[in-house]
Structures are given as C-alpha cells and as structure tokens.
C-alpha cells in the first residue's frame, strides 16, 4: 500500500511541474507578443522619421543645373537590423517612405521633397545620396552600405 502511496505522490508532483512549467511559458510567450505588439509600430515610425530627417538634411535647391550627374549630398545612417526581434524592409512608393516589417504591419512618411526616390534598406549601415542628373532631376538613392 505504500509502494502506490509513493507512486501517486510522484506522479502528482509531476503533473504539477509540468502544468506549472507550461503556465509560465505560456504567459512569457503572451508578454514577448504583448512587447511586440506596442513597440513595433513606433520604432517602424521612428524608422521612417529617421530616414525622412537624413533626406531633409541634405537636400537644396539651389536652382544650379549642372552639366553631368552631380552627387550634391549624402549622409549615413545606422538603423537597427531588427525591430522587436521582427526584420523590416523600407521602401518608396509614390514619394512616400515605408517601413513595412515582414510581420504584415507597416508606416508610412509623406517625404514632400521636389525629387525622385529610389532603393531600398532592410536596416543597419544605411547610406542616402541626393543627387542631380544633367537633366536638372533630383533624385534620393537609399543603399545599404
């Protein structure tokens, strides 16, 4: 009789830590998805304003139209490679900026400058270059360095 006294305990306790242990995953894994949710759509923002100040700051309109493709500007900028542990990708359409993650979530920045946007960065070194063509287009180029 006491044999099965032991036995029963045993596997009670078990049952117990096993139940305890899932509880307390379970909550981490609904905080780390909580973290996500209130922080990714800032830093996506903070992205997308980051990159929006680096353009505004070396743009100029000077009304000067060289005679070949002029590089006027650039200005590197250190992104982070991820947010909230989701990767992001950013990207021009229709000259706006968007920082979208991979995740489906997006923001977006009206940039409002006279120019032409193109390239792309999924975060890190990234480097913007403001240029004029011989035509007399501006044009911002993103590139990760």
Known sequence: MKAQSVILTHTLLIAISVALIFVVVLTFTN?????????????????????KAGM?????????????????????????????????????LDGTLYASSLDGRSESCKIGLDAMYMGSTGGGDTRIDFMQMGNGTKMFSVEKV
């Open 56 to 92: 505004e700051k070396i743009y100029s309109d000077t009304g000067f139209l060289p005679q070949n493709d002029t590089l006027l500007g650039s200005v590197d900028l250190l992104l982070p490679d991820s947010i909230s542990d989701i990767k992001y990708r950013t990207y021009f």
């Open 31 to 51: 905080m780390r998805s909580s973290y996500q949710d209130a922080t990714i759509s800032d830093g996506l923002s903070r992205v997308c304003l980051s990159m």
